[in-house]
């Protein structure tokens, strides 16, 4: 079974630290995501990744940055948290494909930004 | 731009038949259906490429109409179980780096 691990189910910071989420996958899947969920919005993405050291700017990247530097492990950071930030983070990854593979996702980050 | 998924919200009793859309107002390369229970992730249902094949497994199915750039959701006979939030997710260009566009979402309550 593929597996994606969140580093912390939940995580509660301040205006203006510096945050980071981790996400690591054991299936040597080549894309990983970002996406937040909000009640009422769904899932909307953040940045992608479809190699290592490759990213791409998803709907919603302002005041978000990533990084990979291994394979396995995509991190999302808050550069300066602010409280609309305050969100359900979901990681997710999958194989690269022609639009037929499916992702998996992680059990999510639940972050409050005080 | 997100698809649109219709409708927001359903209740259901156990053994009624529910159907989910979501349309796009671009054209579609495939759709990505997921279910998402109460605080846990989402989990991958079935994919529809472009061709407009209708899939299934068990009592749940899907169609994709990519000329009316929708698709469907079929819950048929629903069972306690299939409570929950569902996504569908799309994609205009099958560049190959499975990046898609969720819905809002449409949750899906069934009672006893």
């Known amino acids: 079974d593929v597996k994606v691990t969140q580093s912390s189910r939940y995580l509660v910071k301040r205006t203006g630290e510096k945050v980071f989420l981790e996400c690591v996958q054991d299936?040597?899947?080549?894309?990983m995501f970002w996406y937040r969920q909000d009640p009422g919005l769904g899932l909307r993405l953040i940045y992608f990744?479809?190699?290592?050291?490759?990213?791409e700017k998803g709907d919603i990247p302002e005041g978000y940055s990533v990084s990979r530097e291994k394979k396995e492990r995509f991190s999302l950071i808050l550069e300066s948290a602010s409280t609309n930030q305050t969100s359900m983070y979901l990681c997710?990854?999958?194989?690269?494909?022609?639009?037929?593979?499916?992702?998996?996702f992680g059990d999510g980050t639940r972050l409050s930004i005080l | 731009q997100q698809p649109v998924q219709s409708p927001q919200a359903v209740i259901l009793r156990e053994g009624e038949d529910a159907v989910i859309n979501c349309s796009s107002s671009?054209?579609?390369?495939?759709v990505h259906w997921y279910r998402q229970k109460h605080g846990e992730a989402p989990v991958f249902l079935m994919i529809?490429?472009?061709?407009?094949e209708q899939k299934g497994h068990d009592k749940i199915s899907a169609s994709f109409n990519e000329k009316k750039q929708q698709s469907s959701l079929y819950l048929t006979a629903s069972q306690l179980s299939y409570s929950g939030t569902y996504f569908c997710?799309?994609?205009?260009?099958?560049?190959?780096?499975?990046?898609?566009?969720f819905g809002t979402g449409t949750r899906l309550t069934i009672i006893p």
């Open positions: 529809l490429l472009k061709g407009g």
């Open positions: 997710a990854s999958s194989f690269a494909g022609r639009s037929n593979q499916p992702q998996h």
């Open positions: 299936m040597d899947h080549e894309n």
């Open positions: 671009k054209a579609l390369y495939s």
């Open positions: 997710g799309t994609d205009p260009g099958g560049f190959g780096n499975e990046k898609l566009t």
């Open positions: 990744s479809y190699d290592v050291k490759m990213k």
